[in-house]
């Protein structure tokens, strides 16, 4: 393990929450009261700009020098791949659980060596609990204890009141406003779930 631990969120699909869960974390962490060093490595800088937009407002989010490492990422392939997904410690995969979005990120899973596959931890993003959501969990609960590695944490409901505007950048850490109590939970249970190794 090395002395500071590193957390990436990855996965081929775009828009499944990558960097809103990356965001979350790094503000769930911080009311935890550690630190977090938060590093975009996607062109499209969507950790970067928060980031950015937080410091203006005198809020420092992301410190360099800070225990826990949180990377976003763009994908699985080319230099995310080897710079941040051979060193992470766990590796975040969100992903919407239709039958379509599971399909190319458990075939990401599987192509993967057994080393890695122990690292990842898969997080339903934007739950409505329809039958096809409840279908797909089922599905990939399976191939995981077939598989034997990987996890699954419990997830966010889609809230398109509560997660988009977290990107807009605030002057304090998000968990210090006035949070649906069903909200903090489900963060709580989400963030908890990926930091248990
Ligand atoms: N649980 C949620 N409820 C409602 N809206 C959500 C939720 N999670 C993410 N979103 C919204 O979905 C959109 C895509 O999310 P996000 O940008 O985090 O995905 P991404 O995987 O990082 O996308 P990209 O591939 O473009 O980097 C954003 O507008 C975000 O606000
Ligand atoms: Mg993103």
């Known amino acids: 393990m090395n002395e ?8 081929d699909k775009g828009g499944v ?16 009261g550690t630190k977090v060093h938060l590093v975009d490595a996607d062109p499209n800088q969507t950790a970067k700009i928060w980031t950015e937009k937080c410091e203006s407002r005198g809020y420092k989010a992301s410190a360099p020098d800070a225990p ?3 990377a976003d990422t763009a ?20 992903f919407q659980p239709h039958v379509a979005d599971l399909e190319t990120v458990v075939g990401w899973f599987l192509s993967i060596n057994a080393e ?12 409505t609990h329809t039958k096809e959501q409840r279908d797909g969990l089922e599905e ?16 966010l409901a889609d809230r398109p009141a509560v997660y988009p505007p977290l990107f807009n950048g605030r ?15 489900e963060v709580h249970a989400t963030f908890r779930s990926i930091m248990k190794r």
């Open 4 to 11: 500071s631990t590193l957390i990436v969120f990855t996965g």
């Open 68 to 70: 826990v490492t949180i």
């Open 116 to 127: 890695l596959q122990g690292r990842v931890v898969f997080v339903p993003n934007r739950l």
């Open 75 to 94: 994908g699985t392939s080319g230099a995310s791949l080897n710079k941040y997904i051979r060193q992470a410690d766990i590796i975040v995969v969100p």
């Open 140 to 155: 990939l609960r399976k191939i995981l204890k077939e598989v034997g590695r990987g996890r699954l944490a419990p997830g």
């Open 17 to 32: 929450g990558k960097s809103t869960l990356a965001v979350l974390m790094t503000e769930w962490l911080l009311s935890q």
């Open 171 to 185: 002057k304090e850490n998000f968990f210090n406003l006035p949070v649906d109590e069903k909200v903090k939970q």
